[in-house]
């Protein structure tokens, strides 16, 4: 059978002008024009660029889909037999009942549960294997109302993040016909029960104002709460755990704002502190006093403050918890009689309980050399447990409820492993590498028991580095396959993430942002230098942002990788930031910064970005994932992206695109369908590196 050529698309005449700079964008046609009416109607794109993205999707499948399927499989099988098929979370107590989830085996969806609190029958509340039907089915969870009569659950039927809400009778079981349609699908309920108050997108696809809706009446009769005038602040909706208030913030990546209602549902918004840019602040409230989070007054790494809910002005805080440099509060959460705060130290998170009654503190800490520590205190403010989750990228997830009163850990579930996990037969170390600039990048990494460190071992290098997200160093089942392999997998906490505090976040963006680029390298670089792998054996991956890090890693030093997974990758970037009409341009600015308004964030944008930047060079083989109904990173990004690379690139090494035509940002809904995404792009790796052929299973 002959060899299926490589897809061309078609270069159309197209420029833009801004400072004084033409750009010629010869790709530019594959932005569909009605891109929002795509998001919701996939079915209306073009018929042109459709053509393209199939023609790539059947070249993909050609040439590396079909020869590598009985791979894909074998990767798939042992992941899937990673999980616990028919697992079931921990109940969480709300007044006479209890509320969980579980999955069952086969299916790919979770069921919503409840017992009475003391044990008991469980009743099945909802069960989204049988709402989901055949399509796709983003389900954005669900919430019981107060009076616990009620269920409020959301759904997104293509992958374009349009919410729709639906009540259902807990006592009939039978959904209210009153949907609450296209939402932004962040919802909670009013203390009575008689309202719920939700969010709703701008014709942009903006989340931008909330909306009560009263139980029992149209959704055009739906009263406006709050409405956003600026495009650069997206808004959210959600409650204090105390009941008190419904809060309303309004946020872009570096201020925010927080306005309060009573959660009845009576009076009018109260704001508590108006914004001030780059002034952040969250509150949480109890016994009528507000605890808030915030790096006000030049608390970089945060602090926590207290005000009056009734008089919560910025000149009636008080510190709490002062501002500790290089000591990052991540998240509070206030219950009856204590205050929880998960910070991040020396690269490594803890939990400190303190008591509000005496001011004494504690601290939960682990002794791995890396570690994922998360927490959550359920549906009830009267408790005096809270329930912390610990794994390690040896160690399976462990969830254990503490009692603040007694100080008892109770360990509540261990993940199960059906197929076997020693935890014994796997290393985890924190190595450090050194950036240009000298700033020492932690490096997560993972490998098996014998593997040889002598630079013959494949490497898997993951990085993000954007918004001040952290990469956890937690517990994959999808890793091991690599891992078993012989693979070296290993994270590189670049700066644009908050690993080692709020000043290497601010490091990694704006007229920093090559730092996260340069820091990658630098990951790289000491594995190669340390045995761990050698050049070209490194397989780099990055998603959304950091796709945008693939793109920036490949044109700099593409002689560094043996291949790069960029899963929609941001990699448009200086278009994409120059079209304000996108969802996420405007609130976007702070992080990169504006082209439209600024010559220097244009030059230096054009600098990096990805697309402008490919050149006539040997490439390693890249792969590249998009999503259609997509919102954030628009599948136009990636396949552009490729567009230019096939027209401009040297050298034979492979390259594809395989657009989910019926999915977003996420990619495919379902847990079994996500991991055969995941086994798909672990055969590119193993492929990458020269080993699809030859390992066919998991080592014993």
Same mark, same amino acid.
């Given at each position: 059978?002959?060899?299926?050529?490589? #897809?061309?698309?078609?270069?159309?005449?197209?420029?833009?002008?801004?400072?004084?700079?033409?750009?010629?964008?010869?790709?530019?046609?594959?932005?569909?024009?009605?891109?929002?009416?795509?998001?919701?109607?996939?079915?209306?794109?073009?018929?042109?660029?459709?053509?393209?993205?199939?023609?790539?999707?059947? &070249?993909?499948?050609?040439?590396?889909?079909?020869?590598?399927?009985?791979?894909?499989?074998?990767?798939?099988?042992?992941?899937?037999?990673?999980?616990?098929?028919?697992?079931?979370?921990?109940?969480?107590?709300?007044?006479? &009942?209890?509320?969980?989830?579980?999955?069952?085996?086969?299916?790919?969806?979770?069921?919503?549960?409840?017992?009475?609190?003391?044990?008991?029958?469980?009743?099945?509340?909802?069960?989204?294997?049988?709402?989901?039907?055949?399509?796709?089915?983003?389900?954005?969870?669900?919430?019981?109302?107060?009076?616990?009569?009620?269920?409020?659950?959301?759904?997104?039927?293509?992958?374009?993040?349009?919410?729709?809400?639906?009540?259902?009778?807990?006592?009939?079981?039978?959904?209210?016909?009153?949907?609450?349609?296209?939402?932004?699908?962040?919802?909670?309920?009013?203390?009575?029960?008689?309202?719920?108050?939700?969010?709703?997108?701008?014709?942009?696809?903006?989340?931008?104002?909330?909306?009560?809706?009263?139980?029992?009446?149209?959704?055009?009769?739906?009263?406006?709460?709050?409405?956003?005038?600026?495009?650069?602040?997206?808004?959210?909706?959600?409650?204090?755990?105390?009941?008190?208030?419904?809060?309303?913030?309004?946020?872009?990546?570096?201020?925010?704002?927080?306005?309060?209602?009573?959660?009845?549902?009576?009076?009018?918004?109260?704001?508590?502190?108006?914004?001030?840019?780059?002034?952040?602040?969250?509150?949480?409230? !109890?016994?009528?006093?507000?605890?808030? !989070?915030?790096?006000?007054?030049?608390?970089?790494?945060?602090?926590?403050?207290?005000?009056?809910?009734?008089?919560?002005?910025?000149?009636?805080?008080?510190?709490?918890?002062?501002?500790?440099?290089?000591?990052?509060?991540?998240?509070?959460?206030?219950?009856?009689?204590?205050?929880?705060?998960?910070?991040?130290?020396?690269?490594?998170?803890?939990?400190?309980?303190?008591?509000?009654?005496?001011?004494?503190?504690?601290?939960?800490?682990?002794?791995?050399?890396?570690?994922?520590?998360?927490?959550? @205190?359920?549906?009830?403010?009267?408790?005096?447990?809270?329930?912390?989750?610990?794994?390690?990228?040896?160690?399976?997830?462990?969830?254990?409820?503490?009692?603040?009163?007694?100080?008892?850990?109770?360990?509540?579930?261990?993940?199960?492993?059906?197929?076997?996990?020693?935890?014994?037969?796997?290393?985890? !170390?924190?190595?450090?590498?050194?950036?240009?600039?000298?700033?020492?990048?932690? @490096?997560?990494?993972?490998?098996?028991?014998?593997?040889?460190?002598?630079?013959?071992?494949?490497?898997?290098?993951?990085?993000?580095?954007?918004?001040?997200?952290?990469?956890?160093?937690?517990?994959?089942?999808?890793?091991?396959?690599?891992?078993?392999?012989?693979?070296?997998?290993?994270?590189?906490?670049?700066?644009?993430?908050?690993?080692?505090?709020?000043?290497?976040?601010?490091?990694?963006?704006?007229?920093?942002?090559?730092?996260?680029?340069?820091?990658?390298?630098?990951?790289?670089?000491?594995?190669?230098?340390?045995?761990?792998?050698?050049?070209?054996?490194?397989?780099?991956?990055?998603?959304?942002?950091?796709?945008?890090?693939?793109?920036?890693?490949?044109?700099?030093?593409?002689?560094?990788?043996?291949?790069?997974?960029?899963?929609?990758?941001?990699?448009?970037?200086?278009?994409?930031?120059?079209?304000?009409?996108?969802?996420?341009?405007?609130?976007?600015?702070?992080?990169?910064?504006?082209?439209?308004?600024?010559?220097?964030?244009?030059?230096?944008?054009?600098?990096?970005? #990805?697309?402008?930047?490919?050149?006539?060079?040997?490439?390693?083989?890249?792969?590249?994932?998009?999503?259609?109904?997509?919102?954030?990173?628009?599948?136009?990004?990636?396949?552009?992206?490729?567009?230019?690379?096939?027209?401009?690139?040297?050298?034979?090494?492979?390259?594809?695109?395989?657009?989910?035509?019926?999915?977003?940002?996420?990619?495919?809904?379902? !847990?079994?369908?996500?991991?055969?995404?995941?086994?798909?792009?672990?055969?590119?790796?193993?492929?990458?590196?020269?080993?699809?052929?030859?390992?066919?299973?998991?080592?014993?």
């Amino acid at each position: 059978m002959p060899k299926l050529s490589s #897809p061309v698309a078609a270069r159309k005449p197209y420029f833009a002008t801004h400072h004084n700079d033409r750009r010629e964008d010869p790709y530019h046609w594959l932005r569909a024009p009605n891109w929002q009416e795509v998001m919701q109607q996939p079915e209306t794109l073009d018929g042109e660029i459709r053509d393209y993205l199939e023609a790539e999707n059947s &070249f993909f499948e050609a040439e590396f889909g079909a020869p590598t399927a009985d791979l894909q499989e074998t990767i798939y099988r042992e992941i899937r037999g990673r999980i616990k098929e028919d697992d079931s979370g921990i109940p969480s107590p709300d007044g006479p &009942f209890a509320y969980n989830s579980r999955m069952l085996e086969g299916k790919q969806y979770p069921q919503v549960v409840r017992t009475p609190r003391d044990g008991g029958p469980e009743t099945v509340l909802l069960d989204c294997n049988i709402e989901a039907g055949d399509g796709y089915f983003g389900f954005a969870g669900a919430e019981h109302d107060p009076s616990h009569r009620y269920l409020a659950w959301a759904a997104d039927r293509a992958g374009s993040e349009y919410y729709d809400i639906v009540v259902r009778d807990l006592d009939t079981g039978t959904d209210s016909p009153e949907v609450i349609a296209e939402t932004a699908g962040s919802y909670v309920w009013n203390n009575d029960s008689t309202a719920i108050f939700y969010t709703e997108y701008d014709d942009n696809h903006r989340p931008f104002r909330v909306r009560e809706h009263r139980i029992g009446t149209p959704q055009e009769s739906d009263r406006i709460v709050f409405e956003e005038s600026d495009p650069g602040f997206f808004v959210g909706v959600g409650r204090t755990l105390s009941g008190k208030f419904i809060v309303v913030d309004a946020h872009d990546h570096q201020t925010s704002e927080v306005w309060l209602l009573d959660a009845n549902g009576t009076g009018e918004l109260r704001c508590v502190a108006p914004r001030v840019t780059e002034r952040e602040y969250d509150v949480d409230e !109890r016994e009528g006093v507000l605890y808030i !989070r915030t790096n006000a007054d030049g608390a970089e790494d945060f602090k926590i403050v207290t005000a009056p809910a009734d008089n919560p002005g910025p000149e009636n805080w008080t510190d709490l918890v002062p501002h500790q440099q290089g000591v990052l509060i991540l998240d509070t959460t206030v219950i009856k009689n204590h205050l929880l705060r998960l910070e991040r130290f020396e690269g490594l998170p803890r939990i400190i309980v303190r008591d509000l009654r005496t001011s004494a503190e504690d601290s939960v800490g682990f002794d791995e050399e890396a570690y994922s520590l998360g927490m959550s @205190v359920g549906y009830e403010f009267d408790t005096s447990t809270f329930r912390l989750t610990y794994s390690s990228p040896t160690t399976p997830s462990r969830t254990y409820d503490l009692d603040l009163e007694t100080g008892e850990r109770t360990l509540l579930k261990e993940q199960e492993v059906p197929s076997g996990h020693n935890p014994a037969d796997y290393v985890t !170390r924190r190595l450090f590498a050194t950036a240009p600039d000298g700033e020492q990048v932690p @490096v997560t990494v993972l490998y098996r028991q014998g593997t040889p460190l002598d630079g013959t071992a494949p490497a898997l290098l993951y990085g993000y580095g954007a918004y001040g997200m952290s990469m956890p160093a937690a517990f994959s089942v999808s890793a091991l396959s690599l891992v078993d392999r012989g693979f070296i997998h290993a994270t590189a906490h670049i700066r644009g993430g908050m690993e080692k505090g709020y000043r290497w976040y601010a490091q990694g963006r704006r007229e920093h942002k090559t730092n996260t680029f340069t820091d990658f390298i630098a990951a790289a670089e000491m594995l190669i230098a340390q045995g761990y792998t050698a050049k070209g054996r490194i397989v780099a991956q990055g998603g959304s942002a950091g796709g945008m890090l693939m793109g920036a890693v490949a044109n700099m030093r593409p002689d560094l990788w043996g291949g790069i997974l960029a899963q929609v990758p941001f990699v448009d970037v200086l278009n994409t930031m120059l079209d304000d009409t996108l969802p996420l341009t405007p609130p976007e600015w702070p992080e990169w910064g504006n082209p439209l308004l600024s010559a220097e964030d244009y030059r230096r944008i054009a600098s990096y970005a #990805p697309y402008e930047q490919v050149a006539a060079q040997d490439y390693p083989p890249i792969f590249a994932l998009a999503g259609l109904t997509d919102p954030r990173v628009t599948y136009w990004e990636p396949a552009k992206w490729v567009a230019k690379l096939r027209a401009t690139k040297t050298g034979a090494a492979p390259l594809y695109l395989k657009t989910n035509m019926g999915a977003g940002h996420g990619g495919a809904s379902g !847990r079994f369908d996500r991991i055969k995404e995941t086994a798909m792009c672990y055969a590119f790796a193993l492929d990458c590196v020269g080993l699809a052929q030859s390992t066919q299973s998991a080592q014993g």
